[in-house]
Every structure is written in structure tokens, then in C-alpha cells.
């Protein structure tokens, strides 16, 4: 079983990986899900724990489902 700080850190690298795949900036990112930047950024760093509703605002920014931004790659 994975740790709560192994599927944050692959949430993410797949946010990450996703952002870059689809040309959208982590900044902008951050508007389109209507989150701060500072939140953003604190997640990716694994400062905060990401709720499941910034989560699902993430995917739905992205056009992704949640289950894509938690799938396990390679």
C-alpha cells in the first residue's frame, strides 16, 4: 500500500506531467481551477495536503478525471 506522501507526490508529478502534455502553465492552471498560485505551488512542493475538492477542481481544469490524476505510470 502506497503512503499519503507516495500519492502526493504522484499527484503531483501526474498534474505536472498533465499541465505540461496539454501547453497549460502551472499558473495558469491555478486560475483555471480557481485556486491560488501559493495553494498550487504548496501542493506540488508537498507543503499542503491537497483536499478532494481541490483535487477534483485540478481535474476539472485539466479535462481530466480524478482517477487519471492518481493513476499509477510506469
Known amino acids: 500500500m502506497p503512503t499519503s ?3 502526493q ?5 501526474r498534474i505536472r506531467e498533465i499541465a505540461k502534455k496539454r501547453g497549460v502553465p502551472l499558473a495558469h492552471l491555478a486560475d483555471r481551477s480557481g485556486t491560488s498560485r501559493s495553494h498550487l505551488w504548496n501542493v506540488l512542493a508537498g507543503a499542503k495536503a491537497p483536499t478532494l475538492t481541490w483535487i ?3 481535474a476539472n481544469a485539466l479535462e481530466v478525471d480524478v482517477a487519471e490524476l492518481l493513476a499509477r505510470r510506469g
Open 5 to 7: 506522501d507516495e500519492v
Open 9 to 13: 507526490r504522484r499527484l503531483a508529478a
Open 56 to 58: 477534483v477542481a485540478i
